[in-house]
């Protein structure tokens, strides 16, 4: 790096018309002659990145040639349909509703959330919400804990250091619901002969903020090398609806209201933005705590937590393992 002051402004795309281009190509590639699939299939969450990846195929592949799907569930915010639906009609491609709510009651995720829950707040019943958490993650080093978050009917909310045991249950819970939507999502590209788009942006993909075998697995992933201030960059360009581009980033998991940052990330994601970015290219920390006004201890600790959940996460980027190798890929 130079002795140039770091800011936002290194890490924006030069020229998006090149980049999409460039995108548009791969898409196309990857599309017709790697996969030899005939359009693309991806689920709608009224959010950003899922934005994105549509306007991106189907300037890639043709408007015809893509389809979105809306896959709400009981804990669905009524915001993520009716955004997703705008972004179908703005971009023009065709799209279908499926409520996978009762497929997630069939399989018990709902009653598995509370039953895990309930290991630690008793008496969780009917008409409660809630969420899971961590803590500040820029004050100590220290392992991070979760805690859920509980309302109670009359609105009252708690919170509750959860075990290790009813965290896992938590997570294995809701873990259906993006296992059960990409499972639908494989339905209809086998049904039409298209292949399936993974919608992470790179600090979901670097980071793992996916589900192994839910919206971790796809048949190609065109926005996972773009940070996420660059996938703002090309939603406006790509003409996205300013009320998806101004909505804060949430999970949509829980019955609570949730950001990325309390469940994942910790701090702004404009931010983590930055450390990602200037951890992948050599800034010195100082440097970016100037960018992030943060203190320099502070933007260590997040270059340090970058390295240890690159190394945690590993397991869900990695293939089924082999006792022999079998095959080679044909290139």
């Given at each position: 790096m130079t002795s140039k002051a770091f800011t936002s402004e290194d890490i924006k795309i030069a020229d998006p018309a090149k980049a999409v281009e460039q995108i548009h190509l791969a898409i196309r590639e990857q599309v017709?002659?790697?996969?030899?699939?005939?359009?693309?299939?991806?689920?709608?969450?009224?959010?950003i990145d899922s934005s994105v990846s549509a306007a991106l195929c189907a300037g890639a592949?043709?408007?015809?040639?893509?389809?979105?799907?809306?896959?709400?569930?009981?804990?669905?915010?009524?915001?993520?349909?009716?955004?997703?639906?705008?972004?179908?009609?703005?971009?023009?491609?065709?799209?279908?509703?499926?409520?996978?709510?009762?497929?997630?009651?069939?399989?018990?995720?709902?009653?598995?959330?509370?039953?895990?829950?309930?290991?630690?707040?008793?008496?969780?019943?009917?008409?409660?919400?809630?969420?899971?958490?961590?803590?500040?993650?820029?004050?100590?080093?220290?392992?991070?804990?979760?805690?859920?978050?509980?309302?109670?009917?009359?609105?009252?909310?708690?919170?509750?250091?959860?075990?290790?045991?009813?965290?896992?249950?938590?997570?294995?819970?809701?873990?259906?619901?993006?296992?059960?939507?990409?499972?639908?999502?494989?339905?209809?590209?086998?049904?039409?002969?298209?292949a399936v788009v993974g919608t992470p942006n790179r600090l979901e993909y670097d980071q793992g903020f996916f589900v192994k075998n839910g919206d971790g697995a796809a048949d190609f992933k065109p926005i996972a090398h773009l940070y996420k201030s660059q996938v703002y960059q090309l939603a406006a360009y790509l003409g996205i609806p300013e009320e998806v581009q101004s909505r804060p980033p949430t999970t949509d998991t829980y019955s609570l209201d949730q950001s990325q940052e309390e469940f994942y990330f910790a701090l702004p994601l404009a931010e983590f933005d930055l450390c990602l970015y200037g951890r992948n290219h050599g800034v010195p920390t100082e440097a970016v705590a100037v960018a992030i006004g943060r203190p320099t201890e502070q933007v260590e600790r997040v270059y340090r937590q970058i390295a240890s959940r690159r190394e945690a996460t590993r397991y869900l980027r990695m293939p089924a393992l082999l006792a022999e190798k079998v095959l080679e890929l044909e290139s």
């Open positions: 017709f002659h790697v996969l030899k699939r005939k359009g693309a299939v991806l689920g709608l969450s009224g959010g592949l043709g408007k015809d040639r893509v389809w979105g799907l809306f896959m709400p569930e009981q804990d669905s915010s009524g915001e993520s349909l009716r955004l997703g639906r705008l972004v179908a009609e703005t971009i023009g491609i065709r799209s279908s509703l499926e409520d996978i709510a009762p497929m997630l009651t069939a399989a018990g995720c709902y009653r598995r959330r509370d039953e895990a829950i309930r290991l630690v707040v008793p008496n969780y019943g009917e008409g409660f919400k809630c969420k899971i958490v961590l803590p500040n993650l820029l004050e100590s080093d220290q392992y991070p804990i979760y805690s859920v978050v509980v309302e109670s009917p009359d609105g009252k909310q708690s919170k509750t250091r959860l075990t290790s045991e009813a965290y896992l249950g938590i997570v294995a819970a809701t873990n259906f619901k993006q296992r059960v939507r990409r499972m639908m999502e494989y339905y209809y590209a086998d049904r039409l002969n298209f």
